[in-house]
């Protein structure tokens, strides 16, 4: 096969290591790295600080720059510098114009968001997708695959509306060999891992005080440990902890996996960390039905999802390499 380019349109810090771990099996072809970005008005918002919370805002922009520099991958903002022949994305709640007309190839992160009312009424009414967050994901269609996280994602996703000939189950890197978290050294020891929720800043309801509170009940006198999320507000959240569960450590800005693979139960809202603590064998508790989220838990094939992303990626790169060729046999039999 020739050489292609390939264009990688990353995220949060998962998506982005994600990202770079897929590329990593696709050395042959030209990469290419862009922060998530968007078009027109949301670009604008976003310019304007008003989308923080979301993968587009400055805050996660940095993030990914830092994480692409410091594994040597060459940047392309916005991927305005090559024509690409594929792309490869973490997100489709927005679709960039200069990504429409290409083979796109869709990687699911994680956990997708409930399907409250608000994705009720985006499906309904043909609202834009990102106003009911991830619950929308996959469901621009545009794309050629869907790399899902195990086959319970699939029926997941098909449910939903996509065609079980788009979706391949490939595990999803950062989620596929949760075992390794195990030789991290251990923190603490006999203690309840809260993962928190960034519900608030995402303009939805959460009672914290409520959320503690259930937590030390699940405790039961064990200790206590919170990892924040990377979104949440730090000051306003280690301060309700010491007003509630007084003395309980709390995390931020660190690597959340090494402390769920030490922990006695993991306590959690909406979060991809869940599968960690459900791969582990842990006792998790989760907004979600647990049997549900076992299910739909990524598939753990020793760390080999990234190389197996890259092959649907190069059956993308055959299939346009082909689909170019064959307009030139026809020119070569009418000129002969």
Request: a positive charge; hydrophobic letters at 40%.
């Amino acid at each position: 096969m020739q050489r292609c380019t390939i264009l990688f349109i990353c995220g949060s810090v998962n998506q982005t290591t994600m990202m770079v771990e897929i590329a990593r099996h696709l050395s042959d072809h030209t990469c290419r790295f862009t922060p998530h970005y968007a078009d027109g008005l949301l670009e604008e918002a976003a310019h304007r600080g008003l989308l923080e919370w979301t993968i587009i805002g400055a805050r996660h922009r940095e993030r990914a720059r830092q994480v692409l520099n410091a594994h040597g991958c060459v940047i392309d903002e916005r991927g305005s510098a090559n024509d690409y022949d594929l792309v490869v994305t973490c997100s489709d709640l927005v679709v960039q114009r200069n990504i429409v007309s290409k083979p796109v190839i869709l990687v699911q992160e994680g956990m997708t968001d409930p399907e409250n009312a608000m994705y009720r009424a985006v499906v309904a009414l043909g609202l834009p997708r990102y106003l009911a967050s991830t619950s929308t994901f996959g469901l621009s269609h545009q794309y050629r695959y869907l790399c899902v996280a195990s086959e319970g994602y699939r029926e997941h996703f098909f449910r939903k509306g996509v065609p079980t000939s788009k979706i391949r189950v490939t595990g999803i890197p950062n989620f596929d060999n949760c075992d390794r978290f195990r030789s991290v050294p251990a923190k603490h020891s006999d203690y309840v891992l809260v993962a928190t929720s960034d519900a608030r800043e995402t303009l939805k309801w959460e009672n914290r005080r409520r959320t503690i509170e259930h937590a030390k009940k699940i405790a039961d006198g064990r200790m206590l440990v919170f990892k924040l999320h990377p979104n949440e507000r730090v000051d306003r959240a280690k301060r309700e902890i010491e007003r509630w569960a007084p003395g309980s450590p709390v995390y931020h800005g660190c690597d959340i996996n090494p402390l769920i693979a030490h922990c006695d139960a993991l306590i959690t809202k909406f979060s991809s960390c869940v599968y960690v603590g459900i791969a582990l064998g842990k006792e998790v508790f989760s907004d979600f039905p647990v049997d549900e989220l076992r299910r739909m838990c990524p598939i753990q094939n020793g760390g080999r999802s990234g190389a197996a992303i890259a092959d649907v990626c190069r059956t993308v790169l055959n299939d346009v390499a082909v689909t170019a060729f064959e307009p030139s046999i026809l020119q070569f039999r009418r000129a002969v």
